[in-house]
């Protein structure tokens, strides 16, 4: 019996993996199936820190404009610790995860930093380079917006799922190469959404759930759940090619939408600003294999910097010149050459 034979409780499906856990996701996770690939579960004590003698990277985080003390990670052989100081611990190896909260105060927020910061490290700690993008489906080819500081990448992919898109991911896009193709891996059938967002797509916000109580962002559910439920939508849980990177900015000196190429020198250099763990990779000797990714997949699938004007009324036609876009790339023969 394997160690992924021995914990009971539900297989989900995230970022292209089967994780079983006996946690009871708050978050709207998709139904697993077959062998679990990886395992979560919480402990009630403290994580040793005996097989963890380096420490890799410390940094001050904040949460809600609010210092809330340090992230640090330390190495092991084979497996990391991510410290959430005073607040929340895991232990990442090749196939567990474990999980131990310091203080109940911040239990609320153990399942967000593993579905964000700890599944992105697992993810590229196995091979899997994490965007930080959310991506939508097109012609069975994956559209991927990536974050930039107030770029409304939500938002573009909330505008593609309104008008019948399916989503791919809100906020993690693991993508990998397989037979000469780079793939978007999918997310989970839940968005989140400001409560403006929530007032333009869904005509309010007051029955939809706080993504913790601390935040005005909301749950919002994607598709129908396992019992019927209708979310918002739908929710793509296949792989998908990608087919173009669209780099977003919402701008309020602008009258138009302006779409253009970034050259794949500049294209990589965005890719690995927005990422989740760059900084980390590099430290932990990952970046060399990673920069050799990125660069392909700089080189095979076209970048366009989006920019818009602010305000939710211009995403219909920011939608709408997407998809002009993509059509003229794939007459040009950049869409379906990604090799």
Known sequence: MSCLDTIEGTTYRIYGINLASDHHFVNRLGKGRGAPDL??????EPISQADYPKIIFSSDSKMEGKQKGLIALFGGEGRLLVRFSGMME?????????????????????????LSEVLSLWLEMNGIVALHAS????????VAFLSSKKGGKSSL????????????TDDILPV???????????????????????EHFLGGCQDLELIHPHASKRRIPIGADVAGSIGFGEFSSMDAPLSAIYLPERRD????IQISAVPPSLALIEMIRNSFTARIA???????????????LAASVPMRRLAFPNGNDHLTSVRDAILSDLEQLAHEGEIGNNK
């Open 282 to 296: 590099e430290l932990l000797g990952w970046s060399g294999k990673r920069m050799i990714f990125l660069s392909g």
């Open 157 to 168: 992919a909330a505008q593609f799922v309104k008008s019948g898109h399916k989503l791919l």
């Open 90 to 114: 895991y232990e990442i190896t090749p196939k567990r995860i474990t999980a131990h909260v310091f203080d109940p105060e911040y239990q609320y927020l153990a399942e967000l930093h593993l």
């Open 253 to 256: 000196d602008i009258q138009s």
């Open 39 to 44: 395992i979560f579960n919480f402990v009630e």
């Open 135 to 142: 991506a939508v489906t097109a012609k069975d080819h994956a």
């Open 176 to 198: 990998e190469k397989r037979d000469g193709l780079f793939i978007g891996r999918p997310g989970y059938p839940q968005m989140r959404m400001w409560p403006d967002q929530a």
